[in-house]
Every structure is written in C-alpha cells, then in structure tokens.
C-alpha cells in the first residue's frame, strides 16, 4: 500500500508555471505507475499525464501536451508535474494517483479505474 500527498498548488497568472509534486510513502514508489488527474468545477476528473514505474513512457493529454512535463525521482519517492504556459482552462484541483499494474498500451494510463491509490489533491488557479 501506499499514500501520496501532493502539493505545490497555488493561484498563478495565465501564461506562468507551477510545479506540482507527490509524494508518497512506503518503500515500494519505483513499482507503482503514477498519475496526474484534474477536476474543475462542475466538471467529471480528467487525465493529464502518467508515468510508467520507471520513467521510460509517459503519456499526456493532448491538451497539455508541450506545455506540462511528467518526471518522477524513485529515490526521492517523488513524482512531479511541471506546468508551463498556463491557461485559464488549467484552473482545477489536481491529484496525483499510483497504480500497482503496468500496462504497455498508453490508452491503460489514462483511466481513472486503473489507479488504485488517489492523494487529496491540491488547487491550481489560474488569474487572467
């Protein structure tokens, strides 16, 4: 099992960055698949970006694509999401998410059901 606390949220202007971290606990990060999802308001959670349990794939939203950068550090139990060129459409809670299986099809990282530990999420605001 394992727990993960993000943090780094804030309110930043249009066109700024942000970067987001997770943390988790326990000694078993490097075999977990990570996660970043997003909910504004009103709206269902969506995927942004995942990594594999070591780095080598990572997948993205078309969205966010060329502007959020997915990274994780196993030694330090820390995944990261670096946001720049933000917009007022970035404007939500975003939460950070392990999975225990490892899929080699991309579509896999991107459903909310293949995670199996969420943090509590922390807010991103973005001012125009």
């Known amino acids: 099992q394992v727990q993960v606390v993000e943090s780094g949220g804030g309110l930043v202007q249009a066109g700024g960055s942000l970067r987001l971290s997770c943390t988790a606990s326990g000694r078993s990060f490097s075999s977990y698949r990570m996660g970043w999802f997003r909910q504004a308001p009103g709206k269902e959670r969506e995927f942004v970006a995942a990594?594999?349990?070591?780095?080598?794939?990572?997948v993205y939203e078309d969205s966010v694509k060329g502007r959020f950068t997915i990274s994780r550090d196993n030694a330090k139990n820390t995944m990261y999401l670096q946001m720049n060129s933000l917009k007022p459409e970035d404007t939500a809670v975003y939460y950070c998410?392990?999975?225990?299986?490892?899929?080699?099809?991309?579509?896999?990282?991107?459903?909310?059901?293949?995670?199996?530990?969420w943090g509590q999420g922390t807010q991103v605001t973005l001012s125009s």
């Open positions: 998410a392990a999975g225990k299986a490892h899929y080699s099809a991309p579509y896999l990282y991107t459903l909310k059901t293949n995670y199996d530990y």
């Open positions: 990594i594999s349990w070591s780095g080598v794939t990572t």
